[in-house]
């Protein structure tokens, strides 16, 4: 008895869903984002008869400036430090939904805030690309882009919401009841 009590009142160490999980949460989701991605990709460059060729196009034009028109070849080296890139920046975007998640649990009015940052992501996204990148979504395919990130979306929250905090929807029912806080609770 005396054992749980101390077992209760001890601190949270990095594992006890402290820092190493979130980190470790952001790394898999991460790493299942982006190759979730590549995969799509691979597999609608492979039917067009053109394998690897999205990753190629993406890293001359990123890495070496060129024209998305003019980027025919495909280039084995812009594959792999394109692919080493998209997925740095999904792992970094793995780790920020690991760490909204954990929020999310004790929190669930970031729900809604989360699904609007979620769409503001997506259409920044795609406006930047635009913006910065011109032909680079025309020649892809907007659409095409929109259902990769999708797909993405999906697994990264599957593997977030699903395997690792199956139990983060059960205080969702708060968002949507009137229920008066406790006292020190903030409310939303």
């Known amino acids: 008895m005396a054992d749980?009590?101390?077992a209760d009142a001890r601190p949270e160490t990095l594992r006890e869903g402290?820092?190493?999980t979130i980190a470790e949460d952001g790394f898999v989701s991460g790493v299942l984002g982006g190759s979730t991605v590549a995969i799509f990709f691979f597999v609608v460059d492979l039917l067009r008869g053109q394998p690897f060729y999205t990753p190629s196009l993406l890293g001359s034009i990123l890495l070496q400036g060129a024209d998305p028109s003019s980027v025919v070849p495909i280039s084995a080296p812009m594959v792999v430090a394109y692919t080493a890139v998209h997925m740095a920046l999904f792992i970094l975007a793995g780790m920020a939904a690991a760490a909204a998640v954990r929020q999310f649990e004790t929190h669930p009015h970031l729900g809604v805030v989360l699904l609007l940052l979620f769409i503001c992501f997506e259409a920044g996204f795609l406006g930047f690309a635009l913006a910065f990148a011109p032909g680079v979504v025309p020649t892809i395919g907007g659409w095409l882009i929109a259902v990769a990130n999708l797909l993405s979306a999906?697994?990264?929250?599957?593997?977030l919401l699903v395997l690792r905090h199956p139990h983060a929807f059960r205080n969702l029912d708060r968002?949507?009841?009137?229920?008066t806080p406790g006292p020190g609770t903030p409310r939303f």
């Open 4 to 6: 749980d009590a101390r």
């Open 18 to 20: 402290g820092m190493l």
């Open 154 to 159: 999906a697994v990264m929250a599957w593997y």
């Open 175 to 179: 968002v949507w009841k009137d229920e």
